[in-house]
């Protein structure tokens, strides 16, 4: 792959194994790079160490060590990261209020269809590969 083409990166934060597996897998097939974390720490710890600032953060909101809430407060607190946008993830018929609480960009509920997954990381996503 060319240096001047690269593909756009999603943080995929997510404590259940199959559901992060389930949706990087469609990303990476959909050609993105996703980066998967199993908590708000580990993704805290990907998103500082990433060479290239994702398009959007996928985040989950119960998650052990550190939850959704955690890891959105310490984004925002961040001026490097806080302007990337965050879909909340929820199985919560909340879903809604979590992520207008949350100030995040939207939500997605669980379980996630592929084309909503895949229409709303585009949305976020376009044109941001040249960054």
């Known amino acids: 792959m060319s240096a001047l ?9 997510e404590d ?4 992060r597996e389930a949706i990087t897998e469609i990303l990476i ?8 974390a199993a908590n708000g720490a580990e993704g805290l710890e990907r998103l500082r160490a990433a060479q290239v600032r994702p398009c959007v953060i996928l985040l989950d909101i ?7 809430w955690q890891f959105r407060s310490e984004q925002q ?13 929820s199985a919560g018929a909340d879903a809604s209020e979590v992520a207008a609480k949350m100030e995040a960009a939207g ?13 709303t990381v585009q949305r976020f996503c376009q044109g941001d590969a040249k960054k």
């Open 77 to 89: 607190r961040d001026a490097s990261m806080r302007d990337i946008p965050v879909v909340v993830l």
């Open 16 to 19: 259940d194994r199959d559901v």
């Open 29 to 36: 097939d959909s050609d993105y790079e996703a980066v998967p």
């Open 62 to 68: 119960m998650m052990p060590k550190m939850d959704g």
């Open 5 to 13: 083409i690269r593909k756009q990166m999603v943080l995929v934060v």
């Open 107 to 119: 939500y997605l509920r669980k379980p996630v269809a592929l084309e909503r997954l895949l229409d």
